[in-house]
């Protein structure tokens, strides 16, 4: 027998019976409307305009600088040592000082090496009074030579006469042995006197080499005696002291470290890009055209350049010597070993474009406006520039960006050739 849902006797027949028929009827319904309503018409995308800023770019000649930092060092700094062995009786400096060329740093223990200058002083005199001696012993030798050679003619005159008158027996044997007797003696006298002249001036050269020996160990004495003052070679500040009041000085740990003031200078890492431009300063002037400006008005210029090699990298270091006024002072230099932050300037160039930095993107590439479309431009970067307002710029060179065309100023998130932009700042066109 056929049951009928609807008319069933059981309630939840019925139950289940109102639910299907109400779920038929909604299908029914929602098929209708699908199939008789309207279609729907897609959408028209609409392209967003970035709103950017723009500049006229200009080709100028202009000066390029950059910042860097450098260290305070010195070209020459000397470590003093004494060449004696000596007491150190006083220390007249201390770290930091300030000292002039000249002045007494270390005084050492004097007193021995003033007692061998007295006694150099004594041997020289002597030497001195003995050369006198000799010189007039010759003198008086030379002046007498001629009374000598008198004498010894003479002599042998009569020796001779008599020598005549014996062999005709007009004299005695006696007489005769008297005379030769006098004419040997002042024959001897005579060669006595020769001899003496022939050697004293032998003499007189020994003497004088013992008096310039004497002069040159008195020199060597004094010198000792100065180096018992340890002074200041330069001027500069004192780097260190080594000794105090007491101790012994030795010949190789030095007493005092100090620096020249006027070897003072700034050692800069100098950034790949602008090395070429360093070398070509230094070799084709004599007055480098590059220099550094450091706080207070401290003015640098490029003397030397310096390849450098450090744990994983190579480079070269410009030096910058300061330019200081007459009579400088220690308030003038600056320490050793203190980090300056210049500013360098560079030979001026033609052709560089000066840009804010927000028209930079990733060092590379600006984006010019045409026709309110951007165009990417690649730039070599040079430089860094102060403008007349005070204004920091970049300075740039690109063959391809034209004078006058407006350049962005706008740092867009997702700046792509193309790109549709509008020109916010009144006084410039995106025209191309």
Same mark, same amino acid.
């Given at each position: 027998?056929?049951i009928?849902?609807? /008319?069933?006797?059981?309630?939840?027949?019925r139950?289940?019976?109102?639910?299907?028929a109400? =779920?038929?009827?909604?299908?029914l319904? #929602? @098929?209708s409307?699908?199939?008789?309503g309207p279609a729907?018409?897609?959408?028209?995308?609409?392209e967003k305009?970035?709103?950017?800023s723009?500049?006229?770019?200009a080709?100028?000649? @202009?000066?390029?600088?950059f910042t860097a930092f450098? /260290?305070?060092?010195s070209?020459q700094?000397?470590?003093?040592?004494s060449?004696?062995v000596?007491q150190v009786r006083? =220390?007249m400096?201390?770290?930091?000082?300030?000292?002039?060329?000249g002045e007494? @740093?270390?005084q050492?223990d004097?007193?021995e090496?003033?007692l061998q200058?007295k006694?150099?002083?004594a041997a020289?005199k002597?030497h001195?009074?003995n +050369?006198?001696?000799?010189?007039?012993?010759?003198?008086?030798?030379?002046?007498n030579?001629?009374?000598f050679s008198?004498?010894?003619e003479v002599?042998q005159a009569k020796? /001779?006469?008599?020598k005549d008158?014996m062999?005709k027996?007009?004299?005695?044997?006696?007489?005769l042995?008297?005379?030769?007797?006098?004419?040997?003696?002042?024959?001897i006298?005579?060669?006595?006197?020769?001899?003496?002249l022939?050697?004293?001036?032998?003499?007189?050269e020994?003497?004088?080499?013992r008096?310039?020996?004497?002069?040159?160990q008195?020199?060597?004495?004094l010198?000792?005696?100065e180096k018992t003052?340890?002074?200041?070679?330069? #001027?500069?500040?004192?780097?260190?002291?080594?000794?105090?009041?007491?101790d +012994?000085?030795?010949l190789?740990?030095?007493l005092? /470290?100090?620096?020249?003031?006027?070897?003072?200078?700034?050692?800069?890492?100098?950034?790949?890009?602008y090395v070429?431009?360093f070398?070509?300063?230094?070799t084709?002037?004599?007055?480098?055209?590059i220099q550094?400006?450091?706080?207070g008005?401290v003015k640098?210029h490029?003397?030397?350049?310096?390849?450098? =090699?450090?744990?994983?990298?190579?480079?070269?270091d410009a030096?910058?010597?300061?330019s200081?006024?007459?009579?400088?002072?220690?308030?003038f230099?600056?320490?050793?070993?203190?980090?300056?932050?210049?500013?360098?300037?560079l030979p001026?160039q033609?052709n560089l474009?000066? +840009?804010?930095v927000?028209?930079?993107?990733?060092?590379?590439?600006?984006y010019?406006?045409?026709?309110n479309?951007l165009?990417a431009?690649?730039?070599?970067?040079v430089?860094?520039?102060?403008s007349?307002?005070?204004?920091y710029?970049?300075?740039v060179?690109?063959p391809? +960006?034209?004078?006058g065309?407006?350049?962005?100023?706008?740092?867009?998130p997702?700046?792509?050739?193309g790109?549709?932009?509008?020109?916010?700042?009144a006084?410039?066109?995106?025209?191309?």
């Amino acid at each position: 027998m056929k049951i009928n849902p609807f /008319k069933s006797d059981n309630p939840r027949h019925r139950q289940w019976g109102i639910c299907a028929a109400v =779920v038929l009827c909604a299908a029914l319904a #929602s @098929l209708s409307i699908f199939a008789t309503g309207p279609a729907a018409k897609p959408a028209t995308p609409v392209e967003k305009a970035w709103p950017v800023s723009v500049t006229t770019a200009a080709k100028q000649r @202009l000066q390029p600088s950059f910042t860097a930092f450098g /260290k305070i060092e010195s070209s020459q700094v000397a470590s003093l040592r004494s060449e004696l062995v000596a007491q150190v009786r006083a =220390v007249m400096v201390k770290e930091g000082d300030w000292i002039e060329a000249g002045e007494t @740093l270390v005084q050492l223990d004097d007193r021995e090496a003033e007692l061998q200058v007295k006694e150099r002083r004594a041997a020289l005199k002597q030497h001195q009074a003995n +050369l006198a001696a000799t010189r007039v012993e010759l003198h008086l030798e030379e002046q007498n030579a001629s009374h000598f050679s008198a004498r010894h003619e003479v002599a042998q005159a009569k020796l /001779k006469r008599h020598k005549d008158l014996m062999s005709k027996r007009l004299i005695s044997k006696s007489l005769l042995d008297e005379v030769a007797s006098q004419a040997s003696e002042a024959s001897i006298e005579y060669h006595t006197h020769v001899r003496e002249l022939r050697r004293l001036p032998s003499e007189v050269e020994v003497h004088e080499a013992r008096v310039d020996r004497a002069e040159a160990q008195l020199q060597q004495a004094l010198i000792n005696l100065e180096k018992t003052r340890i002074s200041a070679p330069f #001027s500069g500040p004192v780097l260190g002291v080594y000794v105090a009041a007491g101790d +012994l000085s030795n010949l190789t740990a030095p007493l005092v /470290k100090v620096a020249d003031a006027d070897g003072f200078e700034l050692r800069i890492p100098v950034p790949d890009q602008y090395v070429q431009q360093f070398d070509q300063a230094l070799t084709l002037r004599r007055q480098s055209p590059i220099q550094a400006f450091a706080a207070g008005g401290v003015k640098l210029h490029l003397t030397r350049l310096a390849g450098h =090699v450090r744990a994983g990298q190579t480079g070269v270091d410009a030096f910058f010597a300061f330019s200081r006024p007459a009579g400088h002072s220690a308030a003038f230099t600056t320490a050793l070993g203190k980090v300056l932050n210049v500013s360098i300037t560079l030979p001026a160039q033609d052709n560089l474009i000066a +840009l804010p930095v927000q028209s930079i993107y990733e060092n590379q590439r600006v984006y010019a406006v045409y026709n309110n479309r951007l165009v990417a431009h690649a730039i070599e970067r040079v430089g860094e520039h102060q403008s007349a307002e005070g204004s920091y710029q970049v300075l740039v060179r690109s063959p391809d +960006l034209k004078p006058g065309a407006a350049v962005i100023t706008t740092q867009l998130p997702r700046a792509i050739s193309g790109l549709l932009v509008e020109v916010a700042n009144a006084g410039h066109t995106s025209g191309g």
